[in-house]
């Protein structure tokens, strides 16, 4: 019971560590997703308001280029009645006199001189007007090349706010997307702290649980009631009995093979001694029997040789 207790504890306490390791993975997580969608929120807000300033800049120039064209038309008006007027005033020379009065009198070359006069004075006028109508002229062909380059200008200025205006949508359409998609991952990251929260009362339902459980187990320990030690000491000599029992049989069972090993040697020694007393005996009797040969041998030369 003892042993089941702490392999209980035991998994409680692994079941606790695992679950504080994936709060923490999950918290790590979800701050390092926050940073990155806000780095990349950021980034479009300040390219929309980027690409807004440069076309409200375009339409401001594009409205000034307008009062400026409208400008030139009224000059260019103005122009083209002071030409009329200038042409109208050219009026016939004064220099002749008029009906009755004298050629050689004072009052004729009073005339004579003021018609003179005169007549310088609307020829001077009448350059004047040539040199103001030929500056005119000119200024009204740079005005008209001005005007062709800032057409061109404002034709290329209304393709780039086109083009601004079509990448503005875009990125209005993707910021529409993230925050679509960020309002998602809110809603994930809502549902996954509510999952983290169930996990946190969890872990300290675990981790009371196991305050519990170490208490019992240290309760256990200290105050072991008699029943369960007569119960663990008749289960320990039950086992030593069989412990004994086991030891004798195994003992026994060595024993035998022992005595059936020594009786199989002893066997085989015996029967090789009586094998070698066998050969030594044939070879005594093969040994006196040719002493035996040698001396009748040698008893018959000697009879011979008398």
Not at 41 to 63: G, P
Not at 137 to 159: F, G, V
Not at 244 to 270: K, P
């Amino acid at each position: 019971m003892e042993q089941a207790s702490s392999e209980y504890v035991e998994d409680v306490g692994g079941e606790v560590r695992r679950l504080q390791g994936e709060l923490e993975k999950a918290e790590e997580r979800m701050q390092l997703w926050k940073k990155k969608t806000q780095v990349v929120v950021n980034e479009l807000r300040d390219r929309i308001v980027r690409l807004t300033h440069e076309r409200d800049e375009l339409q401001e120039a594009r409205a000034q280029w307008k009062c400026h064209g409208e400008l030139q038309q009224q000059e260019q008006h103005i122009h083209s009645v002071a030409q009329g007027e200038v042409a109208g005033a050219s009026l016939p020379l004064v220099s002749s006199l008029p009906v009755g009065v004298p050629a050689g009198s004072f009052v004729g070359d009073l005339v004579r001189w003021t018609g003179a006069a005169i007549d310088a004075s609307v020829i001077v006028l009448l350059r004047k007007s040539e040199v103001v109508l030929e500056v005119a002229a000119a200024t009204s062909q740079e005005l008209d090349k001005c005007q062709r380059r800032t057409a061109q200008t404002l034709r290329l200025q209304a393709k780039n706010i086109e083009a601004l205006q079509s990448e503005v949508s875009g990125l209005q359409l993707q910021l529409g997307e993230a925050l679509a998609e960020v309002r998602e991952r809110n809603h994930a990251v809502d549902s996954r702290d509510q999952a983290l929260s169930v996990l946190q009362n969890r872990l300290e339902e675990l981790e009371a649980t196991n305050v519990q459980l170490e208490s019992s187990h240290m309760a256990l320990n200290n105050k072991l009631n008699a029943e369960q030690i007569n119960i663990f000491e008749a289960r320990l000599e039950e086992e030593m009995e069989n412990l004994r029992r086991e030891f004798a049989s195994r003992e026994s069972g060595i024993f035998d093979q022992h005595r059936d090993e020594i009786e199989r040697l002893v066997t085989n020694y015996e029967g090789e001694v009586a094998e070698l007393r066998a050969e030594l005996e044939e070879r005594a009797l093969v040994a006196e029997a040719a002493e035996k040969a040698a001396a009748a041998a040698a008893s018959a030369k000697v009879t011979h040789s008398w």
